[in-house]
């Protein structure tokens, strides 16, 4: 081994001798450091508890008497429900104040008002009312109406430049004021015309708007322009069916430009005829109406349904009026048709009327069937049966030349009473005819309704077929009878308890005045009526007297007519009888000395059928210087 290599080794030798020969002194020196490093810790933790319980004199703290201040957590929890409880408190509040305020009935009310029963083409009042029921002032009060389109509009007051807005503006508390709007509805009777009503206010403590809406629904009752319209139920194919149109209007009424609008039909040729006289259409299906008057106008609407009809149609028909610039609809009719396609066309008539009409009680009807073999080939053995029903009818009364049998309700011909039913050959034709009379009031049944319906119907053969079909069977009418109106009136000097209720002499004498009392009395229970008036006139020498009154409605005198006039808008059926009195006196001249005097020339009531529509009219008998009604004061009347 080489010098060298020997040193090498030794040297290793050395170090590694070196480091094992201290290793325990650096564990020594490792141990006691660190168990300076925890006495230095301990000894930071013991200085930083000596500050802790140290007072502030530097002194130590007896930690046995030291006593411990609990947190007040409890008191943030009292403070955090309070506070939750007044937001919720004042949140409730402020919700209640609003809605108070959106309450109508609350705060601010409106109202409309009108007469309920109101007539189509006269004018009338809507009365808004408003009111602040607060104890707060309202400002900017704004109230807008939208009128239905039947609305005419005439005046109001207070007075606005536009016809359906109002700027009330301020309205103190508890105040209150009206708008009085007068104007004119147009539409079909029994027709709902809506006014929708919305007011804006603003209370004097808010910054917010609120609404108030409110609605009013006007039913026509009545109109200035009476319309019927009616057809029949089933159509005869190539023959023409008449459909009847009346009306009647009265006088000063803006209902005076009547059109007639029907619906397209291209099944059937159409006529209007006035009398004899075609109208002639201004365009299709729309004809230009003569103008209406106090008489009844009497139209007939042709309809001729052509080869390839059949089935069923509907017929529309409308009037219509033009007011200014704007249409208005005055009546509508929709009417189901049956087009029947029969060998024997059967057409039948009622008093001259294929259509529906009103009746009254004792009136005669007089029925015409009007036949014609419309086929190709020959009828043998042909039977025309009419059916009449109805409980007002006098069979008692009938009347028929041909002597038809009587089988019911039903009347049968056959070629035994008309000969030429034996064989009827094409185009054949014939008519029969025959009355029978309504009944009285008397013997009539009021618990009936009143309705006589009539059909003709044919059978071939030997047997009867109590239900025909419907091209066996004519048209069938509808007769209603109308209410039992009457008028009784009585000119007495003393009344039926015999206490005088006149003055002066009696017989009368010329150049002195005797008073009487005129007692009106109508009499109905049968229908409702509407528009009943009394109409008498006052001779020269027959003053107006006065002391009026009625039980109903009101009685009135006009000077330049010398006419009394007693009106009443409605009259229920229920309301048997209603009465009025006014009083006259009686001026006889020179010339009428020993002659009976006319003191009322008879007075007239007219009123219209709420349910058959028609008009009615009744006219008692005159009153003379003899005081018919009067069982004390009674002479022969003769002037003295």
């Known amino acids: 081994m080489s010098k060298q290599s020997i040193n090498k080794k030794s040297s290793t030798d050395y170090f590694e001798q070196m480091f094992e020969a201290g290793r325990p002194v650096i564990k020594e020196v490792k141990r006691k450091t660190h168990k300076s490093r925890q006495e230095l810790k301990a000894q930071e933790v013991e200085d ?319 029925y015409r069937i009007d036949y014609v073999n419309q086929g190709d080939t020959t009828l043998k053995d042909v039977k025309i049966i009419a059916s009449l029903e109805g409980a007002w009818l006098d069979w008692s009364s009938l009347k028929d030349s041909q002597g038809g049998q009587i089988n019911g309700q039903t009347i049968i011909w056959s070629k035994k009473e008309i000969p030429s039913l034996a064989l009827l050959k094409p185009g054949a034709s014939g008519s029969i005819i025959f009355s029978i009379n309504v009944k009285d009031w008397e013997s009539g049944d009021k618990s009936d309704s009143g309705e006589i319906k009539s059909y003709a119907y044919y059978q071939v053969g030997d047997d009867i077929v109590e239900k025909p079909a419907d091209e066996e069977k004519s048209n069938t009418i509808i007769n209603q009878l109308s209410s039992d109106l009457s008028l009784i009136e009585s000119i007495v000097y003393f009344n039926e308890d015999n206490i005088a209720v006149g003055s002066g002499p009696v017989p009368m004498m010329v150049g002195e005045t005797t008073y009487l009392k005129v007692y009106w009395r109508i009499n109905n229970s049968f229908h409702d009526l509407r528009d009943i008036e009394v109409v008498g006139e006052l001779p020269d020498y027959v003053s107006w007297g006065g002391k009026n009154q009625s039980s109903i409605g009101e009685i009135s005198y006009d000077e330049e007519t010398r006419q009394v006039r007693w009106h009443i808008d409605r009259l229920p059926a229920n309301e048997h009888e209603v009465t009025g009195e006014f009083s006259i006196g009686i001026t006889p001249r020179p010339d009428q000395k020993n002659q009976i005097i006319i003191i009322l020339s008879g007075s007239t009531v007219t009123a219209i059928d709420n349910v058959t529509q028609a008009r009615l009219e009744f006219t008692t008998q005159a009153k003379t210087s003899r005081l018919e009604d009067d069982t004390i004061a009674q002479t022969d009347g003769l002037i003295q």
């Open 48 to 366: 930083s508890l000596s500050e802790i319980y140290r007072d502030d004199s530097g002194k130590n703290i007896d930690v046995q008497k030291i006593s411990v201040r609990p947190r007040r957590w409890w008191l943030k929890i009292i403070l955090f429900l309070v506070y939750s409880a007044i937001i919720v408190i004042v949140g409730y509040l402020g919700y209640r104040y609003y809605i108070s305020y959106q309450a109508k009935d609350d705060l601010f009310s409106v109202t409309i008002e009108a007469d309920k029963n109101l007539t189509a083409g006269r004018e009338f009042t809507y009365i808004i009312a408003y009111h602040n029921n607060g104890r707060v002032a309202l400002e900017d009060v704004e109230i807008k109406i939208d009128w239905p389109h039947s609305f005419i509009f005439k005046e109001t007051q207070p007075a606005t430049t536009s016809p359906n807005l109002w700027h009330i503006g301020h309205i103190p508390a508890e105040g209150s004021g009206q708008i009085v709007v007068k104007g004119i509805l147009v539409n079909k009777i029994g027709e709902n015309n809506q006014v929708h009503l919305t007011a804006n206010f603003r209370p004097a403590n808010l910054s917010s708007t609120f609404v108030v809406n409110t609605t009013y629904n006007s039913i026509l009752t009545d109109s200035l322009l009476i319309v019927g319209m009616s057809a029949p139920d089933t159509l005869a194919i190539g023959r023409d069916n008449e459909i009847m149109i009346n009306y009647q209007g009265q006088e000063d009424s803006i209902l005076d430009n009547i059109q007639l609008i029907m619906n397209d039909i291209n099944w059937a040729e159409v006529k209007l005829l006035d009398g004899d006289q075609e109208i002639q259409p201004e365009s299709n299906f729309k004809w230009l109406l003569p103008a209406p008057s106090s008489e009844l106008k009497n139209l007939k609407l042709l309809i001729k349904p052509n080869k390839q009809a059949g089935g069923l149609e509907i017929l529309s028909l409308r009037l219509e009026t033009n007011i200014g610039e704007q249409t208005y609809l005055v009546d509508s009719r929709d009417f189901d048709c049956h087009l029947v396609n029969s060998r024997l066309n059967l057409l039948l008539k009622v008093n001259d009327s294929s259509a529906d009409s009103a009746i009254l009680a004792s009136q005669p009807l007089n």
